[in-house]
T-cell receptor, first 116, second 111 residues
């Protein structure tokens, strides 16, 4: 299957700062990427769907002004956590549709964000 | 009610044991079903698909019961390396083929 490269794998930032997480599709074009958040011992929760060249679609309860998503090219989607707070500390994972996999999706390796 | 529910565990079993996990889903229109494995602080990785006819892959057997809306995963002859969180995942194909995850069941295999 295809590979989705996600960076950074972990980041620690101070409260009030912004953090950008990148997901790149390698060797394939991802017109749609999905961003998930996972709190400890909890399920992956879909935050938003990122569409190349258009605005992202956010799930209910996710603040679009806080979690900025940009999908300016077919191989790159970014999630920026703005004015981060300790409660934003979580594991963020991106995913892209991949017809080459059984489930139809490939995941990035995830980013562990800690806000202090 | 959660769309996909799992017993969070943990299931603590000795090496060589057989262990089974169940998962229930609420939407009867769900079409595709999978078990994923997630190691600590890692991304989920597809373990196997689940079919009504059953699906076996080595020590792992998955089963779907559409009438009761539950999915099972059986692990035989548990290994230490099986320790992980197992996620039940459902796809609702008339809703954009989105993945819906259960909360996961944690398995700890001990020597």
């Amino acid at each position: 299957g295809a590979v989705v490269s996600q960076h950074p794998s972990w980041v620690i930032c101070k409260s009030g700062t912004s953090v950008k997480i990148e997901c790149r599709s390698l060797d394939f074009q991802a017109t749609t990427m999905f961003w998930y958040r996972q709190f400890p011992k909890k399920s992956l929760m879909l935050m938003a769907t990122s569409n190349e060249g258009s605005k992202a679609t956010y799930e209910q309860g996710v603040e679009k002004d806080k979690f900025l998503i940009n999908h300016a090219s077919l191989t790159l989607s970014t999630l920026t956590v703005t004015s981060a707070h300790p409660e934003d500390s979580s594991f963020y994972i991106c995913s892209a549709r991949d017809s080459g996999t059984v489930s139809g999706y490939t995941f990035g390796s995830g980013t562990r964000l800690t806000v202090v | 009610r959660k769309e996909v529910e799992q017993d969070p565990g943990p299931f603590n079993v000795p090496e060589g044991a057989t262990v089974a996990f169940n998962c229930t889903y609420s939407n009867s229109a769900s079409q595709s079903f999978f078990w994923y494995r997630q190691d600590c602080r890692k991304e989920p990785k597809l373990l196997m698909s689940v079919y009504s006819s059953g699906n076996e892959d080595g020590r792992f057997t998955a089963q779907l019961n559409r009438a009761s809306q539950y999915i099972s995963l059986l692990i035989r002859d548990s290994k230490l390396s099986d320790s992980a969180t197992y996620l039940c995942v459902v796809i609702l194909e008339n809703a954009g083929n989105m993945l819906t995850f259960g909360g996961g069941t944690r398995l700890m295999v001990k020597p």
